[in-house]
Nanobody, 123 residues
Framework: VQLQASGGGLVQAGGSLRLSCAASGRTFSSYGMGWFRQAPGKEREFVATISRNGYSTDYADSVKGRFTISRDNAKNTVYLQMNSLKSEDTAVYYC?????????????????WGQGTQVTVSS
């Protein structure tokens, strides 16, 4: 399977972006999906995750209430709607496929990663 993230860009603080991650293959609905991000000089960190059927989600405290993860299994795509963006949200955002049966924040439980898309928030 391949994951292709898109939708990043440059936005002013307070603005919005929607990231998309398209997956190849026919088993997309069998896996939970997640978004992570990595800022310059920092470790990759968890952002959000969603269960296979989309009923369960989890968010990092830093984005809760501002970001929304969703998925469309018919389109093999997971989304990350980002509102009220802050300069500290600037990072490369990665989508990933989880091999865990339950939603998880642990990067080691994700076995497939997209190439990343840059999000830059100017203050």
């Amino acid at each position: 399977v391949q994951l292709q993230a898109s939708g990043g860009g440059l936005v002013q603080a307070g603005g919005s972006l929607r990231l998309s991650c398209a997956a190849s293959g026919r088993t997309f609905s069998s896996y939970g999906m997640g978004w992570f991000r990595q800022a310059p000089g920092k470790e990759r960190e968890f952002v959000a995750t969603i269960s296979r059927n989309g009923y369960s989600t989890d968010y990092a405290d830093s984005v809760k209430g501002r970001f929304t993860i969703s998925r469309d299994n018919a389109k093999n795509t997971v989304y990350l709607q980002m509102n009220s963006l802050k300069s500290e949200d600037t990072a490369v955002y990665y989508c990933a496929r989880s091999r865990s049966m339950s939603i998880t924040r642990t990067p080691g439980t994700y076995d497939k990663w997209g190439q990343g898309t840059q999000v830059t928030v100017s203050s």
